[in-house]
C-alpha cells in the first residue's frame, strides 16, 4: 500500500514540476536544467523529456520492489522531495 501512494506522489510531483517549471518560463524565467538542453524549453520538449524519465524511474522502483522494498521506497521518497523542492524553488522565480 505504502509503494503504491509512493508511486502516486512521485508522478503527481513530476506533474508538479512541470506545471511549476512552465508557470515560471512564464514569467521571464529559466530552465537551469542542463539536461533539458535549453534555457527556454518548449513545453512539448519538458514533457519529451520528462515523461520517459518518469517511467524510466517508476519502472525501476517497481522492479527493486521486488527484492528491496524499503530500497524502493526510499529512492521514491527522495525523488519525490527532490521534486517538490525544485517546484517550490519554480514557484519563487520572478524577473
Request: hydrophobic content about 45%.
Amino acid at each position: 500500500m505504502l509503494f503504491k501512494a509512493m508511486l502516486i506522489a512521485f508522478a503527481l510531483s513530476e506533474g508538479a514540476d512541470v506545471k511549476t517549471t512552465v508557470d515560471s518560463l512564464g514569467r521571464g524565467c529559466y530552465e537551469a536544467n542542463p539536461l533539458i538542453g535549453s534555457a527556454r524549453p518548449s513545453i512539448g520538449r519538458l514533457i519529451a523529456i520528462k515523461v520517459p524519465a518518469s517511467i524510466f524511474v517508476g519502472g525501476t522502483a517497481v522492479k527493486l520492489h521486488k527484492n528491496h522494498k524499503k530500497a524502493a521506497i526510499g529512492v521514491l521518497a527522495s525523488i519525490t522531495a527532490m521534486n517538490g523542492t525544485v517546484a517550490w524553488l519554480n514557484t519563487r522565480c520572478r524577473q
